[in-house]
């Protein structure tokens, strides 16, 4: 079988990856193929599900036209400078779609590479799950992310805690380069390499800029505008990545890694969901901050490119990091204004926006929930009582929702027209943790119903879908999911 590959990071040179076989697994099976991402790639859904197909998908055969590498990277983990690489990733190669996008092709959970460091190279289900089901939420969220083409089980099992159904999930994703690709090069002082690999990524995902006179600032000026923007919708949806070290954070300025992520259930700025996530690092309102750090450091590995005097170069490199908080600002106040139907910017938006999320953290109210039940109440005042008794007193909402209808009585637009608006901006549905966990529980025993229902309907998280409501509640007390875990 050949799926029309054109493998150019395989053809950087051999520092930047190691090429590697995936490892045979004894009895591959097929969750679910994603048709549609199959189609954007120019593949056949039905071709992949055959016997054939599912060999690739599980590792036991490879394409003629693949040429399999684990790529080499580093990375901060949680602050502390760590050599990484793929160590249960391989990349088959990179297919042009239909939409003249060139994409990554990887199987996670292939099996040992040289960056293993002692890992088995595999995956459990739970993960390849949770990351099939989120990453697909995201992407039909309209937040920029890896997606994820297929899921198979191996008929094995891998040992974590206790042993686990073992999967692999076939994850795609503009490349799969990070902070951490650059800053391995810089720590081996392997500038060559660095140079090398600021062209690719700069060809690869921003040609816009390829001939700009200083090519690595014009690629640290992208990176940190995508990752603005990126971070800034994350807030909008109310996800908490869980694991924001530099090797998650992508040149592309897509999601990637979905390992402890959560998505907010009450409106908490400090919440956290991690397990190794002791001191709240990567909690939810940290995450611009985390992103200006990790960016800092791709600064850090392009400095001796940036000028030939290292004082010039930090200069350069300052000017540019700065401009992510203004960026993230601007867009995170476009994403609130959005949810809170605001069709023109004023002044004082933000500050109407923070007061709202100050009373919904001080009342812990659900905030998917309260923006969704906030598209009916700006068609009239009927459902103010209802969104009133979120709050531990209701006082909180009305006092919000005075000022809310004096800015929005300052533009000439109809309620329903608004009310339309701000349903394509709050999504009914989310991936409530508790819901992703009682799909993970009822895949292991075999039941794979749960995860098929997630997947189906949040294809369409901004529809409103009946037969699907109880997937838009927030969970009971016994039913919260407090802790994620990366799955390693």
Not at 177 to 188: K, N
Not at 277 to 302: M, S
Not at 346 to 361: H, I, K, M, S, V
Not at 386 to 392: G, I, T
Request: aromatic letters at 8%.
């Amino acid at each position: 079988m050949r799926f029309g590959f054109d493998n150019t990071y395989a053809r950087l040179p051999e520092r930047f990856h190691a090429r590697v076989s995936p490892t045979r697994v004894r009895a591959p099976a097929l969750v679910k193929i994603n048709p549609e991402l199959a189609d954007l790639l120019g593949l056949d859904a039905s071709v992949l599900a055959s016997t054939e197909g599912v060999a690739i998908l599980s590792g036991n055969a490879v394409p003629e036209d693949a040429d399999p590498i684990a790529l080499a990277y580093a990375g901060h983990q949680f602050g502390t400078f760590v050599r990484l690489g793929d160590g249960r990733a391989i990349l088959l190669g990179e297919i042009v779609g239909r939409d003249g996008k060139r994409r990554d092709v990887q199987l996670k959970g292939a099996g040992r590479t040289p960056f293993s460091r002692g890992g088995d190279g595999r995956a459990a289900l739970g993960p390849v799950l949770r990351e099939y089901v989120v990453s697909e939420a995201m992407a039909a969220l309209g937040i920029p992310t890896t997606r994820a083409l297929a899921a198979v089980t191996t008929g094995e099992h891998v040992l974590r805690e206790e042993a686990l159904p073992g999967a692999i999930l076939t994850r795609v994703a503009a490349s799969h380069i990070r902070v951490g690709t650059f800053e391995l090069l810089a720590a081996r002082d392997d500038f060559e390499g660095v140079a090398t690999l600021a062209s690719y990524a700069l060809s690869r995902h921003y040609p816009e800029a390829a001939s700009a006179p200083n090519p690595a600032l014009a690629l640290l000026e992208n990176v940190v505008a995508a990752q603005a923007s990126l971070v800034a919708k994350w807030l909008g949806v109310g996800f908490v990545h869980g694991v924001m070290n530099t090797d998650n954070t992508s040149i592309s300025g897509e999601t990637i890694d979905y390992g402890p992520c959560a998505f907010l259930d009450e409106y908490d700025p400090a919440k956290r969901f991690s397990s190794i996530d002791v001191g709240g690092r990567y909690a939810y309102a940290n995450q611009p901050r985390i992103a200006v750090w990790n960016l800092a450091r791709l600064a850090e590995a392009l400095l001796p490119l940036l000028a030939e005097e290292e004082e010039a170069a930090v200069q350069l490199a300052t000017s540019r990091l700065d401009a992510f908080l203004p960026a993230f600002r601007e867009e995170h106040t476009r994403v609130l204004r959005a949810k809170l139907g605001l069709l023109r910017a004023e002044e004082g938006d933000l500050a109407l926006a923070t007061d709202l999320l100050e009373r919904l953290a001080a009342s812990r109210v659900d905030f998917t929930l309260f923006f969704r039940r906030l598209c009916a109440a700006a068609e009239g005042t009927e459902r103010d009582a209802e969104l009133a008794s979120m709050f531990e007193d209701p006082g909180a909402f009305h006092a919000f929702a005075e000022s809310w209808r004096a800015r929005l009585a300052r533009e000439d637009v109809t309620p329903s027209k608004r009310a339309r608006a701000m349903r394509r901006a709050n999504p009914a549905f989310i991936p409530r943790n508790h819901r992703v966990e009682e799909a993970i529980v009822a895949a292991r025993n075999g039941d794979f119903a749960p995860f098929e229902t997630l997947v189906r309907v949040l294809a369409s998280p901004f529809e409103d879908q009946p037969d699907a409501a109880h997937l838009a509640v927030p969970p009971e007390p016994e039913e919260r999911v407090e802790r994620t875990f990366c799955g390693t």
